[in-house]
């Protein structure tokens, strides 16, 4: 996606055109989650996988505001991380068919993806190892001018992943944007019943940290907290947790039919579905009607593209993978 | 020539390699500005300042995540986790993160960074500060395991365990701190390469750590009895140099191997496995010398008789050869 490089901060004083990019990325994210269903129940995507459709401003809105050599660290939720960090939807596709043309050569899969050509220092199986693998990035970013950003769900903050590192970067003032994507629920289990207090960002007051909560469904609001997150830290005043309120359209995993949301939930969060919200207002903003349909029809055929290229990809062999247990 | 002491050895590598590479950092509890509880890395702070030596809260956690981080990302972190036992909190980040990145990003990049930790136990630490665990790591593929006795080997393991593009694990045990011995030769020792550090006959006893110094010292007494041992040390457990005991094995078509620490899942044991697979035909006995299967006692008068020893070892082997 095309990023402006001198991004303006707050409010997007830049051509309504510009954010049509952003809004092109997120519906390229929905389109991906929405042909990894199919092809799951196809058997085609393998073991399970688990889809972020309805949280796609997040990513977008805070890569909005990284420049392309900057790192994230995503989650077991992470194809919308790559997608929104520049990851190739062709090659990301592919991994998750475990083809030898994915992204890790089929050896990731949906939960692991790694590409450090885009800044995506991995995403994690494991909850809360994002927060970690961004604050270590963050080491080196602190040399080299970059900033690191971490996504990890509301889970993640009952982790100790998530109370060693926030502190561990805030004493040593480390440039890094910690990304609490708030579902609400922590795998099946609701966040309030198993998160004390309740207020995520709110804890960042205990390590004397800046916070924000954001509306994690407004593309322009995670935009414009980014902005002021990513700005501290590349200018050497530390990192900014920010807690973006989103929700997840399917269940936690492939497994999940989602049946302990209660009555109306989902239907109240369909009605502020992020594309919609993004489309409006790129529309309010003055982009016409033609140029969104337009990109609209662009991402769709990079999606049909990257799908047809990914189901005919040949599998790995195993007779001529050479993998080696250490680099020499 | 002076000698040199095992702790000044580990300071040494850490500081030529800071010297030599830029992208090295050194962190870790108590490291810096105090120069380490073992007193290890006294100094560094001083000379090399804030951006590539500092103190870190209590959070083995977070120091193993930096470390990957930074390390996927350009930099060389050499971590100090102060005891082995400790080593359980940071393992989701070592086995989950460190140690599968090159295999799973297709080799995109790897993770080279050191854990140091002072293990083993004779010091009436107590169960949780006596510990090693070169076993509980030992069976994650994508991990170097070092395990130094001396303290040449100490600085030229260490050096080529920083240089190293892998994660590497790095183990100095307590007893050792103060053992001085002879600067090593080669600015480096290779990962991955045992020695035969005593030329016998009739068996051979492997070992790491403070282990091969007491299975030297054993094999002087055993020699008093017209037993003629030959000891190897191991010095890297993965990967593991099974030839060179092997070639040993071959030999003396005995192997007896000492391990601090239980025999259940122990290194040794896995090590007379992977023998017995190789060269069953080579062998007329093999056994381990370990600790008992509790925990490691704090009083001197369990914690001596818990341990191996240079006594202990020769009694085994006189009552196994008959």
Known sequence: MARPETASRVGGAEAPAACLAPYGRMLLIRMFEREMHRLFLEGKVHGTTHLSAGQEAVPVGICWELRPDDYVAGTYRGHGHALAKGTDPEPLASEMLGRATGVCGGRAGSMNVIDLEHGLVGCFGIVGGSIAAATGAALSSKRQGRVAAAFFGDGAANHGYFHECLNFAQVLRLPVVFVCENNLYGEFTPMDTVTAGGDIAGRAAGYAMPSATVDGNDLWAVRAAAGEAVERARSGEGPTLLECSTYRHYGHSKSDPAKYRPEGELERWLARDPLDLARSRLLELGVGEHEIKAIEEETRAQMDRAIEAAVSAPYPDPDTERASEFRS | ?322
């Open chain 2, 1 to 322: 020539m002076s000698e040199l002491e095992f702790r000044t050895a580990v300071r040494d590598a850490i500081a030529e390699e800071i010297e030599r590479d830029d992208s090295v950092i050194f962190f870790g509890e108590d490291v810096a500005a105090p120069g380490g509880v073992f007193k290890a890395t006294p100094e560094l702070h001083d000379r090399f300042g804030d951006e590539r030596v500092f103190d870190t809260p209590i959070s083995e956690l977070a120091l193993a995540g930096a470390a990957f981080g930074a390390a996927v990302t350009g930099l060389r972190p050499v971590v100090e986790i102060m005891f082995g036992d400790f080593m359980g909190l940071p393992m989701d980040s070592l086995v989950n993160q460190s140690a599968k990145f090159w295999y799973v990003s297709n080799e995109q990049g790897s993770a080279p960074l050191v854990i140091r930790s002072a293990v083993g136990a004779g010091g009436r630490f107590g169960a949780m500060h006596s510990q090693i665990h070169a076993s509980w790591y030992q069976g994650v593929p994508g991990l170097k395991i070092v395990c130094p006795s001396s303290p040449a080997d100490a600085k030229g393991l260490l050096k080529s365990a920083i240089r190293d593009d892998n994660p590497v694990i790095f183990l100095e045990h307590k007893r050792l701190y103060s053992v001085k011995g002879p600067p090593p030769e080669d600015e480096t020792v290779p990962l991955g390469a045992a020695t035969v550090v005593r030329k016998g006959t009739d068996l051979t006893l492997v070992s790491a750590l403070k282990g091969v110094p007491d299975a030297l010292a054993a094999a002087d007494l055993l020699a008093a009895d017209g037993i003629d041992v030959e000891v190897i040390d191991l010095r890297t457990l993965r990967p593991l140099d099974l030839v060179t005991v092997l070639r040993s094995v071959a030999k003396t078509n005995r192997l007896a191997a000492v391990e601090e620490g239980p025999r259940t899942g122990g290194w040794a044991s896995g090590l007379l496995g992977a023998v017995a697979e190789e060269a069953l035909h080579d062998l007329d006995d093999v056994w381990t010398i370990t600790t008992d299967e509790t925990p490691v006692p704090y009083s001197p008068a369990l914690e001596d008789p818990f341990l191996p020893s240079s006594d202990s070892i020769a009694d085994s082997v006189r009552a196994r050869l008959g």
